[in-house]
């Protein structure tokens, strides 16, 4: 039994390797797992086996392993299909006329999805969060206390209550910490709102999306690899990230990440004022009280976190030039981004 089962498993593994669409997928399932199937097949060759209780949980073995490789082929099927969607997302024009009246996905929300995927392949849970919040939340948890000058950074919508509209996503980090403890690797993105006037670069209700990985010897070298990482894919080139010393009362020592200019490749244009560099991300290593206001033992971890600015992110990818195209509701500009 053990030599078949052996066998059989050369079998099912060459046949995976073949079956790149949903369609050979589901055929090699029916023939594995279907009723008149190979397991269902061994089942019944047990009668004439002797030792019944070591040959059947070998069946059960070769079951659930067979299970399990289908399952996960499943669900990276499915991660190409949206990759190759997401791919295939037109550049912004301006000019364009639309014809089509069918509905389509915001380019905010194209570009957070795609984010979201990349960070959940790296193992990171996605979490969701209020847009109206605390001043502890916003402020206090993130070792910003009442009257501390960083405030002035953020001018920030009170409501009559005393809360306020969330004026970053790290008002989250307590709440994330609090519900997972650690170890943790997370991004939330969310809506932030600022009192800005508004410009071509500038809004009073944008989006960010941040992310924490808490754990024993989390370090600066993690934080490069996970941006390089992620904003490769994004950019799908590769795009060299540097640090620069950046002051955030929730982060100690605190960066600003820099990629290499998109448009001129780092040699120099009027883009990235000549610098060859664009500022995308701030981002350090979580100061220990914010650790510890979150529940968590500073003596045995660390973690870095970032706050990504993902209106900014979408003018890039997409080639956006103002970003209140973005709230402005103008399906001409907003319907060219169909995928997903
Ligand atoms: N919350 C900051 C802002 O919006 C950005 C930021 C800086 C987030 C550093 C971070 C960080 O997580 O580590 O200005």
Known sequence: MKEKIEELKERFKSALALANDEQSLDELRVSFLGKKGVVAELMKGLRDVEDKKTAGQLINNFKTEVENSISDCEKMLEKARIDA?????????????????????HPITLATREVEAIFESMGFTIEDYYEVVDDYKCFEALN??????????????????????KTHTSAAQNAVMRKYGAPLRAIFPGRCFRNESTDACHENTFFQMEGMMIDENISISNLIYFMKTMLSLVFERDIKVRLRPGFFPFVEPGFEL???????GGEGCPSCKNSGWLELCPCGMIHPNVLREGGIDTEKYTGFAFGLGLTRLAMMKYGVKDIRTFNSGNLKSLSQFKSL
């Open 85 to 105: 969607q997401i791919r295939g997302a037109k550049k912004y024009n301006p000019t364009l006329k639309t014809e089509d009246r069918s509905g389509s996905y």
């Open 144 to 165: 910003i206390p009442k009257h501390h000058p960083a405030r002035d950074m953020q001018d920030t919508y009170y409501l009559d209550n005393g809360q306020l509209l």
């Open 258 to 264: 820099d990629i290499n200019c998109l448009i001129c």
